[in-house]
Structures are given as C-alpha cells and as structure tokens.
C-alpha cells in the first residue's frame, strides 16, 4: 500500500527509495501518456467551440484532433516538449511521493490518526503534490509552452525556451498559472490519493507481507481514482493551461482566436462570458482519457518499483549470511 504502513513486515521506505521509485514511476508514465497530454491541451487553448456537429475550431473531436496534429505536424508532434515533460514528471513524482511517505509516517507517530486511512492520504497528498508544484512549475509551464506550439516553432530547443522567456518576459513568467494550479493540485491530488487508498482496501486488501506490488488492481484502482479527482478539478486546470501561454499568441494565431487574461479572476470571467460554462471543461474527454491513463500507471509503476526494491533487499539480506558463513 502506497504510504507509511506500521503492520507491513517490511522496513519503512528510505526518502531514497521513495524518490526513486516516484520519479521512475513519473518517467515511464509520461512517455505512455504525452500524445493524450497534447491533444488535451490543445483542446484547452481553442477559444473556439469544441464541437462535431457544430464545427467551428480548429479541433473538433478526439479523433479529428489526433488525424489533424499527425497529418500537419508528424507523429513526433504528440511528443512536442517532451524533455520539459519529462524533466517535469520525474522531479514531481519524486518530490510529491517522498513528501507523501514522509508526512504520513509523522502522522502515525505524531498523531492519533492510523497513516492507513483515506482521510489522511487526501490531507498528506495534497501536501505533498502543492510542494512538488512549487518546485516544479517553470518546467510545466515549458511543457505547455512546447506542447502548444505549432509550425514553425518558436522556441528550438529547452535552453532556447528558458533563454528567450526569460529575457522577454522576466523570471515571474515561468511561474504562470501558479494560483490556479495550487488551488486545484490539493484537492485533485488529495482525492487521488484519497479514492485510491478506498479502492484498493476494496478491490486488494493488503497481504500479510506488506506487498501490494505493481499489478492490474493497482493500474484499475489508479484510473478510477484519476477519472474522479481530475472532473471535480477539471476547470482550474483549463485556467492554467490557458494563463500559461500568455504572451505566447504570436505562436498560437493559425490555431484560431487569442486571448490575453491579467489573472485568475479575469481569465474566469472572460471564459464564462465567450465561452459558457462548457468551456470551463473543454478537453475534458481527452483529459479523463489521460488521467485514466496517467494515474493508474503512476501508482502502478511506483508500486512496481517498490516492489523490486524491497525484493532486491530481501534478496541481499538472505544472501549475505550465507556469504558471511562460507568465508568462515
């Protein structure tokens, strides 16, 4: 079970191995999930009416939106900033997943609360995705940045990204979209860790070991808790997608209109005033797709490394007595 567990019969995590298994489990997640990651996006960015039967943006549909990026920009294009993405989800994994054991632990021993139990997973979660969130939003907001970008591109590279932003548009830039996202990332990644820890108490009690391990109850428990935390947190989302590429429009003009916001309170109005209340949940269909995908694999792959961690030290403990006894 993901969190500190005083009855597993295994030691505590180290932050190490927290962090390690956080950011692989980061790593391999987002190379699985980024084409979902940039058409939602997109999605996000149109001001235009999301819409089949009433075609009037650029992107119209899942479907439309994937034949569209592919036939203009090639399959690459569903990887477009990917080396900030990356970057991004191993330092959040790592970061958020080590505060997590960490906070968890400090309520077990510090609290009468038990570390097990989903009301305390929403609170530790949220803590702990808030302080990945500082530490990691410059490199979400180039991820945005590549992802919404078309051809030809603007910034060439990561160090031309940071360069150019940073000398047009000043440090404070690569923080855009911060009050949005911190008013969202708590209860959304509390609620992940909150319907997970449900779910898997449901679905796959704990073994006497300890060992949940990476496996399918993992990746199912994980989507469901993703699909649920991301549509009740969905439009703050969208806010900061869309204060992220502020000063950014030269880029976006073949896409369709762009709007300029002065800040949270501005970009909600203006939305629900051209847009309706649907466009605070444009992209939400690709968005649920990916995390679906994004979560389930998360938790699945961190328990995965755990698992092979913990076993790789069980391993050497059973082996070094029986070295200790052969050099007697």
């Known amino acids: 079970m993901v969190g500190y567990d005083p009855r597993s019969q295994t030691a505590a995590l180290t932050p190490e191995e927290a962090a390690l298994a956080g950011s692989a489990a980061g790593m391999v997640t987002r190379a699985l999930i980024s084409p979902f990651d940039v058409v939602k996006i997109r999605f996000q960015l149109q001001i235009e009416r999301v819409s089949a039967q009433r075609p009037e943006g650029k992107y119209r549909?899942?479907?439309?939106?994937?034949?569209?990026?592919?036939?203009?920009?090639?399959?690459?294009a569903f990887w477009k900033g990917h080396i900030p993405a990356q970057l991004l989800s191993?330092?959040?994994?790592?970061?958020?997943?080590?505060?997590?054991?960490?906070?968890?632990?400090?309520?077990?021993?510090?609290?009468?609360?038990?570390?097990?139990?989903?009301?305390?997973?929403?609170?530790?979660?949220?803590?702990?995705?808030?302080?990945?969130?500082?530490?990691?939003?410059?490199?979400d907001t180039l991820r945005t940045r590549f992802a919404a970008q078309g051809e030809p591109k603007v910034y060439r590279n990561l160090r031309h990204a940071v360069s150019s932003m940073y000398c047009s548009e000043g440090v404070l830039t690569f923080y855009r979209g911060l009050s949005p996202t911190l008013v969202a990332v708590f209860p959304y990644a509390g609620l992940q860790f909150f319907f997970y820890n449900v779910f898997k108490k449901?679905?796959?009690?704990?073994?006497?070991?300890?060992?949940?391990?990476?496996?399918?109850?993992?990746?199912?428990?994980?989507?469901?808790?993703?699909?649920?935390?991301?549509?009740?947190?969905?439009?703050?989302?969208?806010?900061?997608?869309?204060?992220?590429?502020?000063?950014?429009?030269?880029?976006?003009?073949?896409?369709?209109?762009?709007?300029?916001?002065?800040?949270?309170?501005?970009?909600?109005?203006?939305?629900?005033?051209?847009?309706?209340?649907?466009?605070?949940?444009?992209?939400?269909?690709?968005?649920?797709?990916?995390?679906?995908?994004?979560?389930?694999?998360?938790?699945?792959?961190?328990?995965?490394?755990?698992?092979?961690?913990?076993?790789?030290?069980?391993?050497?403990?059973?082996k070094d007595p029986i070295e200790n006894q052969e050099e007697r």
């Open 61 to 76: 549909g899942i479907v439309q939106a994937f034949r569209c990026i592919h036939s203009e920009e090639g399959l690459t």
């Open 90 to 139: 191993i330092c959040f994994g790592a970061v958020q997943f080590t505060t997590f054991e960490f906070l968890t632990e400090m309520v077990h021993k510090s609290t009468p609360y038990d570390s097990q139990t989903a009301g305390v997973h929403f609170v530790c979660g949220g803590l702990a995705a808030c302080s990945a969130t500082m530490v990691c939003q410059p490199l």
């Open 202 to 318: 449901l679905l796959a009690p704990e073994p006497k070991s300890g060992n949940s391990g990476g496996n399918l109850r993992s990746l199912v428990c994980g989507s469901g808790a993703g699909m649920i935390s991301k549509t009740i947190t969905y439009p703050f989302d969208l806010f900061k997608k869309r204060l992220q590429v502020g000063g950014f429009g030269a880029a976006r003009v073949h896409f369709g209109q762009v709007r300029n916001y002065k800040g949270l309170v501005d970009c909600m109005v203006q939305i629900a005033e051209e847009e309706g209340v649907r466009g605070f949940f444009k992209g939400l269909s690709p968005s649920l797709v990916k995390a679906a995908l994004s979560t389930g694999f998360t938790f699945f792959w961190y328990e995965f490394f755990l698992n092979a961690m913990r076993n790789l030290k069980q391993r050497r403990k059973t």
